[in-house]
T-cell receptor, first 112, second 114 residues
């Protein structure tokens, strides 16, 4: 099965609310990254968290990593309409294949 | 820097035709990745290169697909012959080899095979 599964598949919230997206994975990892994709565009890197880190912040983004549960969450605080996009987690394994494996993504809709 | 450049941005072709997608990575980035994105299968890694050498092509779906990187500033993904199920958005991404950080994605090529 696929490494990196996001949950929920789709999320619709009002502007100003917080959005939380979750990612689960199956193998031991070196790091986990979150990317954003606007409709019709390429992916843009948001944040990277290493396997020895538990939490990381960048602006309105907060990422947590629980390696014991093999899961991560991305929190976007005080969401804006411009945050509407698909969000993907990507994992880099610590052994074997070193390329990133992307999840299926969460489609976030922020209503103005 | 202009970022990762892909061409063409859109390609419509008929089944059986050869399709060549092109990518220019960011200067100084010596890892290059080709991905395919569809609604059904999501984002799939097809192949990646380090220093122009293919490292992992296990994601290439069939022998109809081939990729080359003749130099550090250019890569191609070729499909011959193309089939309707190859319709997808193909992304190229690059990163510095020794830095374990983000990949920089191009805008993608939307391929439609009729």
């Amino acid at each position: 099965s696929q490494q990196g599964e996001e949950d929920p598949q789709a999320l619709s919230i009002q502007e100003g609310e917080n959005a939380t997206m979750n990612c689960s994975y199956k193998t031991s990892i070196n790091n986990l990254q979150w990317y954003r994709q606007n409709s019709g565009r390429g992916l843009v890197h948001l944040i990277l968290i290493r396997s020895n880190e538990r939490e990381k912040h960048s602006g309105r983004l907060r990422v947590t990593l629980d390696t014991s549960k093999k899961s991560s969450s991305l929190l976007i605080t005080a969401s804006r309409a411009a945050d509407t996009a698909s969000y993907f987690c990507a994992t880099r394994r610590d052994t074997g294949r070193r390329a990133l494996t992307f999840g299926s993504g969460t489609r976030l809709q922020v209503q103005p | 820097d202009a970022g990762v450049i892909q061409s063409p941005r859109h390609e419509v072709t008929e089944m059986g035709q050869e399709v060549t997608l092109r990518c220019k990575p960011i200067s100084g980035h010596n890892s290059l990745f080709w991905y395919r994105q569809t609604m059904m299968r999501g984002l799939e890694l097809l192949i990646y290169f380090n220093n122009n050498v293919p490292i992992d092509d296990s994601g290439m779906p069939e022998d109809r697909f081939s990729a080359k990187m003749p130099n550090a500033s250019f890569s191609t993904l070729k499909i011959q012959p193309s089939e309707p199920r190859d319709s997808a958005v193909y992304f190229c991404a690059s990163k510095p080899l020794l830095r374990d950080n983000e990949q920089f994605f191009g805008p993608g090529t939307r391929l439609t095979v009729l």
